[in-house]
């Protein structure tokens, strides 16, 4: 897949454990966004964090019932994440969505080829 020098990251916040029906619902953008053909994603795991309810999410030491913020990186062109978007209207506890242009030095073992 090419991907252009100019693109966009997505990211969309939200918690470890959160989810869609049964299943995680970082699994399922994940599994969306690969069923969409983007160009990839990544889930990152906080350490700490908080949101709009301001209820902080930390590691704590002996506790297995951690809820730590994650964040689901995508990126590719603007269009193709903008509809990617409009497929995960049904989900609900996504919290924050962001847009930020990147210009992507290299994508897989190939340098981005200039658009022309």
Do not use: C, W
């Amino acid at each position: 897949m090419q991907i252009p020098s100019q693109a966009v990251l997505l990211r969309i916040y939200t918690d470890e454990n959160a989810l869609s029906g049964a299943e995680s619902l970082i699994s399922v953008i994940v599994k969306r966004a690969r069923a969409a053909r983007l160009a990839g994603a990544t889930v990152l795991r906080g350490r700490m964090g908080f949101g709009e309810s301001a209820r902080l999410h930390e590691v704590r030491p002996f506790d297995l019932s951690d809820n730590l913020p994650v964040v689901v990186e995508i990126v590719d062109e603007e269009f193709r994440l903008r509809s990617f978007l409009a497929t995960l209207a049904d989900l609900t506890d996504i919290g924050l969505v962001t847009f930020e242009k990147v210009e992507v030095l290299r994508y897989g073992g190939h340098r981005a080829e200039p658009r022309t």
